[in-house]
């Protein structure tokens, strides 16, 4: 079975950019792999973000986009905000979860 | 809009059953899949298993954690799904989500399995 990887934690500073990524023990993700990207905020329940690969939802904010780069899966935010601040999960396949990348905004 | 809700959640003992429901409302839910999703306490997201649509014979899959124990069905006519979770262990202490093909999620139900 495969593991999905990602960056355990992550600093970006107010307004810059930042890339996380999603990788999998079997080899490179692919479009196939329809990856996804949840973001939690504390308390909260999750919210998806980004859905195969690159397609956003309405409630998306327009500084969040989603690619495949290297081989990975990757979210990029570019003019981080205080509330972005929040753990961000990759979905591979519909049912394999990363364990999360926890961004600090700071 | 899309709404999902999450029930049924508690506190049980362990070696016993719990069924939780999903109602939903906001979309053609016949043609939705619907995934369950649990986070134990301070930990990540674990995929728990879906239910395909009709038109995929309503197939469902489970994680090898819960193969076996735990059932998840759907009634299209009330737009419900649900989970049944027996013989539970204190491992499966969490918030389960339902979402509707991992675009939308509800806001959780808590379920402790504790003596």
């Known amino acids: 079975q495969a593991v999905v990887t990602q960056e355990p934690s992550l600093t970006v500073s107010p307004g810059g950019t930042v890339t996380l990524t999603c990788g999998s023990s079997t080899g490179a993700v692919t479009y196939g792999h329809y990856p996804y990207w949840i973001q939690q905020k504390p308390g909260q329940a999750p919210r998806t973000l980004i859905s195969d690969t690159t397609n956003k939802h309405s409630w998306t904010p327009a500084r969040f986009s989603g690619s495949l780069v290297g081989g990975k899966a990757a979210l990029t935010l570019s003019g981080a905000q205080p509330e972005d601040e929040a753990v961000y999960y990759c979905l591979l396949s519909s049912w394999m979860f990363g364990g999360g990348t926890n961004l600090t905004v700071l | 809009e899309v709404h999902l809700v999450e029930s049924g959640g508690g506190l049980v003992q362990p070696g016993r059953s719990l069924r939780l429901s999903c109602t939903a409302s906001?979309?053609?839910?016949?043609?939705?899949?619907i995934n369950w999703v649990r986070q134990a306490p301070g930990r990540g997201l674990e995929w728990v298993g879906f239910?395909?649509?009709?038109?995929?014979?309503?197939?469902?899959e489970y994680a090898a954690s819960v193969k076996g124990r735990f059932t998840i069905s759907r009634d299209d006519s009330k737009s419900i799904a649900y989970l049944q979770m027996n013989s539970l262990k204190t491992a499966d202490t969490a918030v389960f989500y339902c979402?509707?093909?991992?675009?939308?999620w509800g806001k959780g139900t808590t379920v402790t399995v504790s003596s």
């Open positions: 239910i395909r649509n009709k038109a995929f014979g309503g197939a469902t």
């Open positions: 979402t509707r093909d991992n675009d939308e």
């Open positions: 906001g979309f053609k839910f016949a043609d939705a899949t």
